[in-house]
């Protein structure tokens, strides 16, 4: 999936496909001596890059790779076209075959077609300045980043340097004609790509086929002569040719092709191309692939995708859609609840929801199990402020999925491995799981790792941007299997999915999620724990609306409710409201309900959830982040009786959030009375109070809700740090069972 982001660019015509490219991501600038304030020099490339033997696997240093390329005519180096680490190593490796070679060196580059080769001979030769060189040219975006060094390095030690590539008007007139366009070119024009064309392998087109899926509508024709006469193969037929010609007007040198690490994975492709034209040339191929955690690299567990793989530590990418990037390291957090006792214990790696909480979610697990399994809940890496005002957060960007996606893979392996070493986890028990885009995570963890633990995918939703990922090659797998909980408007398009993972070693299985159903039993499944027995009959959760957050705090009140429950939305206004109610179901809006269902012996309601009674020791109350605390302002609505509202108001008298925090205040205000939120709020920046939790007096208010209560704020909220909670909902766990009694 990583080679499918910055790593080769795609065009798709009529059936004519183009993929130049690689397998990896990501860059970092080489020093071109220009003066600098201040000190330039870079890692040392033993500390940032590690090198094996693609047939043994054995570690060598750079040294010993220069000296084995040294012996060859040929040499690919195949890259990420943006990583800077890769193209060090690539200046590395040519500096050094250079001095190995005593100069007899030829560079060829994908980066440059036949129709540069002027300019580039002018440049080389003193003829024209770098300005004149680049403007007739046509150098890629990230020339100074990546490329420059390479093409000055050759013009210091009088190293002749081929444009290999495709002729660019060319590839544009082929792009939309097909065969009848190559037919009609003139004499001068097929200059511009090989004279002679050769198919390419099928494995090579199999590959080709896999990593293209899902991109502007799959890989197109598959005849042979489509194939033959795509650009893909034009490319790989020119670069191929143009190296052999290379290799024929320099007697005794060695040729050093640079090209994306697909155009020469396993010796196919360009470097298939040029052994067709010098069946006699010693090839050497390098891939150099840009990875995340260096010191975790195994080669045994990799591909022999050459005869040398150089591994680089991804610091910067170039230029690329208008930005460069260094890499930075962040944290990715979670929460981790161990059982006491000895273990070893089975470990549940949770991925909420986007939208969903993860202190909320790490609750309910633990309500759920933490008596029998350790439990991780990964927090979303990028913060978001919903519309209802509560703080959560998504895994992912639409511009940046891939590499969201691919971070949150590695971060998950990283929090197993963490939390085994620190821990009694019983090893063989490793479970990645999670729901709705968290169940794409997983599902898109497993995949990365071909020995990673098994996954439980629930509701992951439509594949969407999945489908983009091109599917790895064929391997043993050593790992578990995916599993996936799909609901009836996805399953097809997942089951179709993991048909084709399936194909290339990923076992996996899909089944249909039943209506409503959270996937809690098949979590219990999959860690080997005993699941209880379901009621025939589960009791009803009902809640005024169904936002996911309502939905994710009443599965949290289920959980610490014990039993079999379901989340239902309750209908008001007209309708009768003990429809198909079963007995000991619980209201969680009772001022919404409590007249209506009086029936006690239909309903069980909560006398009411957020009667001040129930709260009277502060636990319930959602109290401010931060170690230095802050005022809670709870919002009533308006047309409370005189006695609730004074019951809530003698909350704020006792002052009851001291009982949890000396450092959190309660104040209480009232709307559609003198003491409103604005008038509250007024209050307390006279005070000089600065850090304010405003929460309404609901289980969970709508977004519509939250944004008139902020409305109202406007002009009252200066010089105040104010976060929201859209209700007590999140809370109310804590005021279940017996401690307030369901009544």
Known sequence: MNELRGCFSIGLALGVALLSGCAGSSTRVVDDGRASSWDPTPPPLAAVTRVFEGASGEEIDLLALIRALSSADVVFLGETHLDDVTHRTEHAILEGLIDAKRGRVVLAMEMFTRDDQPALDRYLAGQIDEATFLAEAQEWANYHTGYRPLIESSRRAGVPVVGSNLSSALRRKLAFGGSEAFAALTDLERQGAAAELFPNSPDYWERFDRTLRGHMGGPGATDPEARLLSIQSLWDNTMGESCARALAAHPGHLVVHVNGGFHSWRGLGTAEQLRLRAPDAHVATVQIVPVGDLPAVDPESGEESADFVVYAETRARGLSEGTHAVIVGRELRYRLHVPDGKGPWPLLIWCPDEGAGAPDEAKRWELLIGDDAAIAVVEHPYPVIEE?????????????????????????????????????????????????????????????????????????????????????????????????????????????????????????????????????????????????????????????????????????????????????????????????????????????????????????????????????????????????????????PPGRSEDRSAAWHRLEEQDVTRKRSRFVGLRVAETGTERDLPAVLDELRAEGKSVVRIAPVRFCATAEEMRTLRASTLGHDEGLRISWTPGLGGEIWRVLGESAGVR
Do not use: M
């Open 388 to 636: 209802d005002l509560h703080a959560s957060g998504r895994f992912s960007w639409d511009e940046t999925f891939f590499e969201d996606l691919g971070a949150i893979g590695s971060g998950l392996a990283r929090v197993r491995d963490a939390i085994t070493r620190a821990h009694p986890i019983d090893r063989g028990r490793v479970l990645y799981a999670g729901i709705g885009a968290g169940g794409r995570v997983v599902a898109t963890a497993r995949w990365q790792d071909r020995d990673g633990p098994a996954a439980l995918a629930i509701a992951p939703g439509p594949l969407g941007r999945l489908i983009e990922g091109g599917l790895s090659d064929p391997e043993e797998l050593r790992g578990g299997e995916l599993r996936v909980l799909a609901t009836s408007a996805n399953l097809e398009s997942w089951e179709s999915e993991i048909a084709d993972r399936i194909e290339v070693g990923f076992p996996g299985r899909v089944a249909e999620l039943a209506a409503g159903g959270d996937g809690v039993d098949a979590v219990r499944t999959a860690l080997g724990l005993v699941s209880p027995e379901a009621l025939e009959d589960p009791k009803i959760l009902w809640i005024a609306h169904g936002s996911p957050l309502a939905r994710q705090w009443a599965a949290l009140a289920a959980a610490q409710l014990g039993g079999s429950w379901r989340v239902d939305v309750l209908s008001v206004g007209g309708v009768d409201l003990t429809d198909g109610l079963g007995a000991g179901s619980i209201c969680l809006e009772t001022d919404l309900a409590a007249e209506s269902l009086a029936d006690a012996d239909l309903v069980l309601l909560l006398r009411p959830i957020f009667s001040a009674q129930d709260l009277a020791s502060g636990v319930g109350i959602p109290l401010p982040s931060g170690p230095f605390g802050g005022t809670v302002v709870l919002v009533l």
